[in-house]
């Protein structure tokens, strides 16, 4: 067998090289490989054989061989030459295996000519498909093999034939995914292995024939060693007059090894094989596909992603490329369900070309929103998931193409060009595709720009994915982090506030960082900034657990302190690692004070308006959020109208390396800043502090303008546990909205105090009860009375004297509510105040300012 063979034993298609050895030349052998499914159906089909058998893969696959190829002795007929079907091999410990068999058929008439046709068949066992691999050459490539060796038929050995040995089933395997398309490397391992088993089929070639005349059958390794033996045997033991021992043992030996279907040895028909012309241009396409595995790939960022892939593809292997995704993948909705229609709309992510800049920017513009015409191959290729190719674009083509879209003119981009359409696909649903165009004058696109296009979208596909993946996780994290985030209101009851928040740089943007406003009875705000230990989804749970706590309690009118004690109470029984820090003030604009306890968070700044002067407010520190045992003490501080009270937590001030004391002197540096607005001074505020590079914490602030409510704008009466105080109570509220200015909110006033006032009555025991009335940007009643049972909606019948009383209150009153205190409870409602005429609103403001 010969040993001399280095390279081309490892290259099953395209055109391969078939050396002479003796004749110091070698010829071309162009090779058809095929493989055969179960039922007599084409699986894979190369470019080789769509140059001997005139069908391109896309009329192969599927069809039955035997219609296409002049080879059906390989596939169990009877019209191949040679002889019977060769015995069985006990070639597998299943059973008994067909031998490869070879043979010749003449194809009929084509523009040259009748084709004489060589095969070589391969019976295929697996879990696979797969069951018969076939090669099939033009005979006349033999002619160009006799040349190669100098034209002396005499140095075409008895014995010679294609290709005796592997040098590797790894080196073959390898080949195999590169000539036949969607073959992968583990399929082609199992059908290589399977024929090194069986050996390659032996052709023998007569002095005086260019065509094989009788088929062989090659043997498993053992077996040749056998026959090599029994050929040593032979030629031992024989003698011929006039010739050495030497000379008659290495005749008879090959005599020998040919008459059992092994060519000798020493016979060395074959040297190294060159790389073909075919090898040359995979591998020119792998090392693009790799070097386009480089570029992409290099971000998470979707749209990036999408910029990368589309730039790799041009200049060297297409003239035009654009980009699709569909609207769905590319907002981060998720992954797609189902496939495609014609209702699917796509989104032009980025176009690239070597046209002259802004050539198509009105006909394929970056950023459009397309549905895809039905008849056209754009929709083909999205709906069925596989790769389009046009090899050219002939102007009735184009104008059919062009002819399905209504608003644009395609004929000067497509026409005359080369198309190919390559799926962008990830676990089998179609995520996009990009269109890809050779303009005139380059190679057109062929089958293996095909494959090398369909790898190339395979792999952006599964980079595309994986951006998906991320873009729509972050979109989830995000969505999760503002949804626990309130919507603060930016004007409460004498103060103004204006909120920030900045997620963090690390595990998925999401943190523990809260802040709330929270509207109280007797026009007071509660003011909540809070931190949770920890990042990602599990600190934002516990952030949206205590904020909503928070609020719950605030509702309930808790005092600060005893609020943080319950807090700290619930975070415990909710779990050992729930740990936060959080601070609460209360402001009361009406007695020009805040009510402050801090359970381990950073103090706030306060920024006086007397004198621009900023400080940290002195508090007890407390112990975070869920330590447990240690006592919150509330501060009580005077403010005036016009201060501003700065609330943030540590990820603004903390800094890795640095002292938090910096960070706090920043902020009150900062804060002390003059601005415009409220919201002009948050950024100001974040402009300063957050420079400084690696911030990985995320960041909540929160800022109070505290306005204050000027004694004029407040009323307040004492009633009487007495029924006639009902009347009182109308005739006060007349004359101070008549005093105000407004004489339209006077009706629903009455109705309204008279039914609260009338309840606080009836229910209040010993002491009296008190009626206030706060002006804002609304009136605000309010009804103290020593009862501490909150009223509650009832369904009055027809007959029932109570029960609609704040039936009334809920339907004419913008919103009401009721909150207990330790001397009672307080039943409050707002009303909105009527809209006036210019001057007349002019001299109302004046009056609240």
Sequence with gaps: ?????????????????????????????????????????????????????????????????????????????????????????????????????????????????????????????????????????????????????????????????????????????????????????????????????????????????????????????????????????????????????????????????RACGVPYASEDPYASEDLDLEYAAVRERLEFLNEVSGRIGTSLDLARTIREVTSAAVPRFADFAGTHLRAQVLAGEGFPDGPPDVTTVWHRVWVEHNDEPGRWDDTVPVGETIAFPEHTPFFQCMVTGEPVLIPYIDDALGDRIAGEFEKRDLRPLINGRSLLIVPLKARDVVLGFMVLMRRAGRERFHDMDRTTGAELAARAGLVLDNSRMYTYQENVAETLQDSMLPQVTPRMAGCDTATRYLPGTRLGRVGGDWFDCVKLSGSRTALVVGDVMGHGLNAAAMMGQLRIAVQTMAALDLPPAQLLRSLDDLAQRLGEHYLATCLYAVYDPIRSELLISNAGHIPPVLVRAADGRSELLDLPTGAPIGVGGVPFETARIRVAPGDRLVLCTDGLVEVRGQDIGAGLAALCESAAHPAASMDEACDTIIRALNTQGGRKDDVALLMARLGGIPARDVAQWRLALEAREVGRARRLVRERLLQWGLPEAVETAELLVSEVVTNAIRHAHTHHVVLRLVRTDALLWEVFDDDHELPVLLSAGRDDEAGRGLRVVGALAREWGGSRSADGKTVWFEQSLPRLPGPARAGAGANVA
């Excluded at 067909?98 to 008439?109: E, I, L, V």
């Excluded at 090669?135 to 060796?149: F, P, Y």
């Excluded at 045997?233 to 005599?255: I, L, V």
């Design 1 to 257: 067998m010969d040993r001399g063979t280095s390279r081309g034993d490892d290259e099953l298609g395209g055109v391969r090289r078939v050396p002479v050895q003796r004749g110091g030349g070698s010829g071309r052998m162009p090779l058809a490989v095929v493989v055969v499914d179960a039922d007599g159906l084409v699986t894979h089909w190369s470019s080789g054989a769509r140059r001997l058998f005139g069908r391109s893969r896309e009329e192969a696959v599927g069809c039955r061989a035997v219609d296409l190829m002049p080879v059906s002795g390989a596939l169990g007929g009877a019209d191949w030459e040679g002889g019977e079907r060769g015995p069985d091999l006990d070639a597998s410990p299943a059973g008994a295996v067909p031998c490869p068999t070879a043979g010749r058929a003449r194809m009929g008439d084509r523009e040259g000519g009748p084709v004489d046709v060589l095969w070589w068949a391969y019976p295929l066992l697996g879990p696979g498909p797969e069951r018969l691999l076939v090669l099939a050459a033009d005979a006349s490539g033999l002619a160009e093999v006799e040349r190669a060796a100098g034209g002396d038929r005499e140095r075409f050995s008895p014995g010679f034939a294609l290709h005796t040995e592997f040098p590797g089933a790894d080196r073959l395997a390898g080949r195999l995914p590169d000539i036949l398309p969607n073959m992968g490397p583990a399929r082609a391992g199992r059908i290589v292995a399977q024929v090194l088993e069986l050996g390659y089929p032996v052709l023998e070639i007569s002095r005086h024939e260019r065509v094989p005349v009788t088929p062989d059958w090659g043997m498993p390794r053992y077996r040749e060693r056998q026959a090599r033996q029994e050929a040593a045997r032979r030629a031992a033991s024989a003698g011929t007059g006039g010739r050495t021992g030497g000379e008659t043992g290495a005749r008879g030996a090959g005599e020998a090894s």
